[in-house]
């Protein structure tokens, strides 16, 4: 009976928040996807994806409403958004709430996945196989990374030595990295980077590719340091009475994209980045290098620190630290 009242309860709370709006005349019924960068970017461009899939497959019977740039949730709301049902269904990054999802974030060490296709299949494979308690409250829709992070600078960086005591813009274990190199990373939001280039306050940022044209970071930054760090690993969750409550067939439809989405949106971001660098080569004259294998190996030996740090700190919270580390490296190509 408790169950029951809750399902109710929970159905109307969705109801007033807006979500779940059954259609006038069609029957079908529509759900609202919060999603927290501008709409240009590439989560936004997989979440449209995503909902021209889901609308197709599902013959109309199933409609979504998208909301990118924050219009419905901010970045660091939306997950408990889902859970509290001002959103049915949200796409957001793990590492913005650090330490609440232990077996994501080891993506998010430096293993130096060679492209976005590679990690977000590995990542997808990875809560699949875990079912991690970190999304017991809502329902997995969608898995997927950036590609790796690489550094775009002011001033041209050939080796790692280049890097010594310059201040980047990094974020989460990309920082600790590049405060392990030599390096000064400095934290801030990706809309404050322009300003700060401008200023001098960083010569660089570290991050994937694709933000070279996406935010027009060539303009700033001629330089590229290829070196394949941190990938930032996102979630696109539903909230799990709404998923519990839509017809099997519907549900067969969404849990049928799962491991496509996360392919599809790897492969479009990894093809978006090669645009990006060729645009910028064309527009900004961007200069590309790449680490030596001297730098490479020097690479490799920061990271393990950092992941032997990750297996010690989620061991002592119950998780098997090692078996996530060594499932994601299992993954790797040889």
């Not at 409403?65 to 990054?93: E, H, M, Q, R, W």
């Not at 645009?275 to 910028?280: G, L, N, P, V, Y």
């Given at each position: 009976?408790?169950?029951?009242?809750?399902?109710?309860?929970?159905?109307?709370?969705?109801?007033?928040?807006?979500?779940?709006?059954?259609?006038?005349?069609?029957?079908?019924?529509?759900?609202?996807?919060?999603?927290?960068?501008?709409?240009?970017?590439?989560?936004?461009?997989?979440?449209?994806?995503?909902?021209?899939?889901?609308?197709?497959?599902?013959?109309?019977?199933?409609?979504?409403?998208?909301?990118?740039?924050?219009?419905?949730?901010?970045?660091?709301?939306?997950?408990?958004?889902?859970?509290?049902?001002?959103?049915?269904?949200?796409?957001?990054?793990?590492?913005?709430?650090?330490?609440?999802?232990?077996?994501?974030?080891?993506?998010?060490?430096?293993?130096?996945?060679?492209?976005?296709?590679?990690?977000?299949?590995?990542?997808?494979?990875?809560?699949?196989?875990?079912?991690?308690?970190?999304?017991?409250?809502?329902?997995?829709?969608?898995?997927?990374?950036?590609?790796?992070?690489?550094?775009?600078?002011?001033?041209?960086?050939?080796?790692?030595?280049?890097?010594?005591?310059?201040?980047?813009?990094?974020?989460?274990?990309?920082?600790?990295?590049?405060?392990?190199?030599?390096?000064?990373?400095?934290?801030?939001?990706?809309?404050?980077?322009?300003?700060?280039?401008?200023?001098?306050?960083?010569?660089?940022?570290?991050?994937?590719?694709?933000?070279?044209?996406?935010?027009?970071?060539?303009?700033?930054?001629?330089?590229?340091?290829?070196?394949?760090?941190?990938?930032?690993?996102?979630?696109?969750?539903?909230?799990?009475?709404?998923?519990?409550?839509?017809?099997?067939?519907?549900?067969?439809?969404?849990?049928?994209?799962?491991?496509?989405?996360?392919?599809?949106?790897?492969?479009?971001?990894?093809?978006?980045?090669?645009?990006?660098?060729a645009w910028s080569k064309e527009k900004y004259k961007l200069t590309v290098n790449e680490p030596s294998g001297e730098?490479?190996?020097?690479?490799?030996?920061?990271?393990?620190?950092?992941?032997?740090?990750?297996?010690?700190?989620?061991?002592?919270?119950?998780?098997?630290?090692?078996?996530?580390?060594?499932?994601?490296?299992?993954?790797?190509?040889?």
């Amino acid at each position: 009976m408790k169950t029951g009242l809750h399902m109710i309860l929970a159905s109307g709370a969705l109801m007033l928040a807006g979500c779940g709006e059954k259609g006038p005349t069609t029957g079908s019924l529509t759900l609202n996807y919060a999603n927290f960068p501008p709409a240009s970017t590439f989560p936004c461009v997989q979440m449209e994806h995503w909902k021209g899939e889901v609308e197709k497959r599902t013959g109309g019977k199933l409609k979504i409403n998208t909301y990118p740039g924050g219009t419905l949730l901010g970045a660091k709301d939306i997950f408990d958004g889902v859970i509290a049902g001002t959103a049915d269904i949200g796409n957001f990054a793990m590492s913005y709430q650090p330490g609440r999802f232990p077996v994501s974030e080891a993506m998010d060490l430096p293993h130096f996945f060679k492209d976005a296709k590679t990690s977000s299949r590995i990542l997808a494979g990875l809560i699949a196989a875990f079912k991690p308690a970190e999304f017991e409250k809502v329902k997995v829709l969608a898995v997927f990374t950036c590609p790796p992070a690489m550094v775009m600078s002011t001033k041209e960086v050939k080796s790692l030595a280049d890097l010594k005591n310059m201040p980047l813009r990094s974020s989460g274990t990309g920082a600790e990295v590049m405060k392990r190199l030599g390096a000064s990373p400095v934290a801030m939001p990706q809309s404050d980077v322009p300003d700060a280039l401008q200023k001098g306050v960083v010569k660089g940022n570290v991050s994937s590719g694709e933000v070279l044209k996406d935010m027009n970071y060539a303009s700033y930054c001629p330089y590229v340091f290829k070196t394949d760090l941190c990938v930032i690993s996102f979630a696109v969750v539903m909230n799990k009475a709404r998923y519990d409550a839509l017809a099997p067939e519907i549900r067969q439809v969404l849990e049928g994209l799962y491991m496509e989405q996360a392919e599809w949106t790897g492969a479009y971001v990894d093809q978006h980045v090669q645009e990006a660098i060729a645009w910028s080569k064309e527009k900004y004259k961007l200069t590309v290098n790449e680490p030596s294998g001297e730098d490479l190996a020097a690479l490799r030996a920061t990271a393990q620190p950092l992941i032997e740090d990750y297996i010690g700190r989620v061991t002592a919270k119950g998780i098997d630290g090692k078996a996530v580390i060594e499932f994601i490296k299992g993954k790797l190509p040889r």
